[in-house]
């Protein structure tokens, strides 16, 4: 089957939308209230598209493909009503990029840029909610909030913790935990599935704010230094320190396809923590002393060989970790039976 | 992993993480996934909730996944070869076995068939207090379903009979051909991040790379050919024989790399006095650990962000680890150490990269061969993957097992070693918890995650707290025959009655003075899923 967008003919197969058609074929049309993971609703109309015949604009996310269409995604009528709808976005809350963690890295931003919006035509509301920051891993300031909803689906959907909700209307339309809980005073389990989706910086994490952003930010993917899922993930990093945890919005790799736990997303600070151990010690009338490498390994290596000597070499024995490299332990068995002359390791699968 | 490795010839989780999210059917036991694999445990609900998958639940305690289950069956901890040879029973009594597939891919049914005869539910029901018609229902649904997956992890493999409940749940698979199709397998979940790797990588006494076995010469020869020395052919010894000989004055010199056993291992004390006789005790890692403080030498190391390399997670799938920030101090990888000591020892080891070690692995393991640093760039490749063009395997034993056929043990149900008494009326199981992870010299380190669970607990049902006047955040000492230890009360109702819960990430609470060093003889894993205890309240 074929619809033709923006005159270039497309092949689909049945259930796809127009949006994901266009996409495949390398023509973008921007979104916000939606994601690849999340079922679509076609809640902010933003990604609207002119289909040949239709009386009104569709949205594409939630538009399915039908044989024949014809569609085009830039039309002055399109444009116009997209604009409309970001500029309605930015009046619902109070938009201040300066200070903003998502600046940078901001789905309406981006959008209010490319669509040329200097100022919206009409003003903010006079509201100003208190943010919440009482826990110490995500920060919520519902004063950028577009009402989206992609963090309230991605939490049932996604990770089905089933902890946020939609709540009022109109004005007072927001969401959040049920009976308005605090996220550290809900069921939340804190895996900041949320955070991810958010398109704004209405949700974000705690520990690194005004410490950085998108555009000083070095991503290094790595895996999970936890559980055995190993969860791919990206450290952001900016002169030397781990400013925070994230995974790619969309098109993140197997396993975990984006979605983290709470270790995986905020449990990273141990790296830098204060108790690190940053020099060789040797005991030395009972008490630790520090040593040079050059002192420790000689030490280390004197005695493992009077015992292989005196012994022999199965009164040597290593324990190696779950936790270090394949690299490592790799290196660490062949140490002991190659260099040493045993069988004793193991290590703690079985503990 | 012995008791898969002995039905299938390969102890390695089957069957693949998103594969999980095709299945029909669940069987989840022993394993708290949404807090220990929270994010395998997101495949599962999402199977359940918007694809009508069923989950078969079966733990003593009523964990979180229990929301989502079809059936949740709750056996008396230390029960399971009972009840998993009950549902074989029912599925050969009532003709639900996969008889193609049995004649096929396996042997030895007869002999499990003969033995799972006594098993019917009525008989099971006495044992392991799961009623015969919840076990009837959960034995049809697993074997009718088109895709069975069975989920497990360290909930099965800490009992004294670990071996025998992993060869039980195999069992269970390869009666119904509930494997090697997508959505089925037997599924262990390892714990750590790179159990599967260190295991690959042959940190076990009995194996080189890729399984290969000490004993035999022809394993041995091409690790020789490349390693230039003749190797050990003698098996050595597990952690807790290790321990022992330690004790005894047979091991002189430790060398620990990154592991905690002071924090891990059963009967602390035991432990303590093994390390304090030894004549060398280095210690290598990231912090002073409880077993640092003991050492002779510490070592200080890069941590996880602070080097290159990989890892390869429970579904078999190497991945790489990079390094994103420098290392505190004069810290350093622990390959780097490693090589300076090994050529001080007269070694001649020339690598200069992790990636200069991986190249070897590659030569010397058959299923790491086809996969490259380059390979895996952007996204992991699951082993046995033996040569560079090959995609990587994401289900094994789909034509045939790795030993050739299905072998069926026999199991029976034996009593956890140590059981309440009137002295000790309370069972104690141990476990991990979603805050925490493991010995927690990491997580307890992080803010975010000490904000989460700030105390040690002890999780206790209100009946078992009324009777000892005990109410929600007291001050409570557990005992065992071995030792105490003080944590606070969590009453509610995730144990039965007569079980108690303890996390074990606590050094000043660690649980693991109060559990036995009874060990499984084949997997030589301790019992931690069963120890008697008793509890007062500290006034
Ligand atoms: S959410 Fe986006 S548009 Fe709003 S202040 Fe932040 S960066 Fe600017
Ligand atoms: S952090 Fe996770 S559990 Fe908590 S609200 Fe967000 S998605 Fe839901
Ligand atoms: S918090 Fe973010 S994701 Fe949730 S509705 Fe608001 S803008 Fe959308
Ligand atoms: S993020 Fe969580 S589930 Fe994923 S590997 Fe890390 S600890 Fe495991
Ligand atoms: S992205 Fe389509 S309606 Fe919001």
Redesign the pocket.
Known sequence: MVITIDGKKCEFTAGQTVYEVAKANGISIPVLCHHEQIKPVGACRVCVVEVEKARSLVASCAMPAEDGMVVHTSTPRVLSSRKLSVELLMTQGHHNCITCESSGDCVLQDLAYSLGIESPRFGEPETYRELEQANE??VRDMNKCVLCGL?VR???E??V????DYSGRGPTAAV??AFGLT?EN??????????RVCPVGA?FEKQGRFQGRANDLEKVRTTCAYCGVGCQMDVNVKENRILKITTPREGAPAPNFGSLC?KGRFGYDFVSHEDRLTKPMIRVDGELKEATWDEAIAYVAEKLGSVKKKNGPDAVAGLSSARCTNEENYLFQKFLRAVIGTNNVDHCARL | MAGLATAFGSGAMTNSITDLGESDCFLITGTNTTENHPVIATFIKRAVTHRGAKLILADPRNIELGKFATIWLRQKPGTDVAWINGMMNVIISEGLLNEKFVTERTENFEALKATVSKYTPEYVEKISGIPAGDLKKAARLYAKSGASAIVYAMGITQHINGTDNVKSLANLAMLTGQIGRPGTGVNPLRGQNNVQGACDMACLPGNLPAYKKVTEAADRKPFEDVWGVSLPDKVGFTIPKIIDAAASGAVKALYVMGENPMMSDPDVKHVEKALKNLDLLVVQDIFLTETGNLAHVVLPTAGWSEKEGTYTNTERRVQRIRKAVDAPGEARPDWEIITLLANRLGANWKYASAKDIFEEVRKVTVSYAGITYDRIEKEGIQWPCPNTEHPGTQILHSAAFTRGKGLFSVCEHIDPAELPDNEYPLLLTTGRILYQYHTATMSRRSKGLVSRTPQPFVEIHPDDAAKLGIAHGDKIEVSSRRGSIEVFAEVNGRCDKGVVFIPFHYSEAAVNRLTHTAIDPVANIPEYKVSAVKIRKVA
Not at chain 1, 161 to 164: D, F, G
Not at chain 1, 186 to 195: H, I, L, Q, R
């Open positions: 891993m995500i963090c991605a939490c049932n996604v990770q913790n089933q902890v946020l959040g935990p996220y809900s069921d939340c389990v804190f895996c900041g599935e949320c955070v949700l709470i």
